[in-house]
């Protein structure tokens, strides 16, 4: 397990302070295109987990990505299919960030998590395109990671939960610029009853845009409070090797006693009030009272 809190926090700090300075830095740049093909793959397992087809994923180069998915029949899983990225995103940050302070199954998390990068980017993107070279570049070295040791695969899961989260929360900035273009204008629009065509229309109707901000300030208060529940978790999150006292093990006599029924078992050594078996010889190791003057 990683250590003291304090040490987390300041392990935490460092990242994120790093993570600002390097915002616009060339490595970073890759890291945003990671993170944004697990907000497409969060879209994409919603839609197999409520039992719709995911025809492909995308990534635009423009830290903005596509996934093609034909939800299932039911009404609510359009829904859940859309409000997957942003939510979703911010639970797999969390939950890496968890584990990483945790410190436990570091490496099969992060071997796992290479897997299913590399198996995603093999069957729903296409061979060469960005989405396709997003996945394999990281699945590999995350796969690569979780077989070097526990160690590095613990830092390496807190780095990628505190990126993960922090971009999260990043994109939410998204919703004040753009908001008719994001996956909450989108359901805004669904939820307005216009189709497609409606979102190349210059002008917004109201409904969609009253709509779209709801939505935004939904997902933003789930996101802020998943990634704030989780690392305050694990911030504080101690191992407990407490022991309860001594006397909580021993079981006493249920009910009251009676004066006889105390006094037989005085005199077999046994306590009355505890049911504890005296040693024979307990009362015999004290010293006589001396009451001479």
Request: some cysteine.
């Amino acid at each position: 397990m990683m250590a003291e809190k304090p040490v987390k926090f300041v392990i935490f700090l460092s990242l994120i302070l790093s993570l600002v300075a390097f915002w616009d830095h060339q490595f970073t740049s890759y890291l945003k295109e990671f993170v944004v093909l697990i907000h497409e793959i969060c879209h994409a397992t919603a839609a197999l987990f409520s039992g719709g087809v995911v025809k492909g994923i995308a990534l635009h180069g423009n830290e903005g990505g596509e996934t093609i998915a034909v939800p299932a029949s039911f009404r609510g899983s359009f829904i859940l299919v859309v409000s997957a990225g942003y939510i979703g995103s911010s639970l797999v940050g969390a939950f890496l960030l968890r584990l990483g302070f945790q410190g436990r199954h570091a490496r099969q998390t992060m071997i796992l998590l290479g897997l299913f990068l590399i198996s995603v980017s093999v069957l729903y993107s296409k061979l060469g395109e960005l989405a396709y070279l997003t996945g394999i570049f990281w699945g590999v070295g995350i796969l690569v990671t979780g077989m070097l040791g526990e160690t590095i695969s613990i830092l390496s899961l807190v780095f990628l939960g505190t990126s993960i989260s922090l971009y999260s929360l990043y994109d939410l900035s998204d919703f004040a610029e753009r908001l008719t273009e994001t996956d909450a204008g989108i359901l805004a629009f669904w939820m307005a009853g216009l189709g497609p065509e409606d979102l190349q229309n210059q002008e917004v109707p109201t409904v969609v845009v009253v709509l779209g901000y709801m939505i935004a300030t939904l997902w933003s208060l789930l996101s802020i409070g998943i990634i704030f529940m989780s690392l305050r978790s694990s911030l504080s999150h101690e191992e407990s090797h407490d022991f309860p006292p001594m006397e909580e093990s021993f079981e006493r006599f249920p009910g009251d006693l009676s004066p006889e029924a105390k006094l037989w078992l005085e005199k077999r050594g046994v306590d009355p009030e505890s049911g504890i078996v005296l040693p024979p010889n307990l009362f015999q190791d004290f010293p006589p009272k001396d009451n001479s003057p």
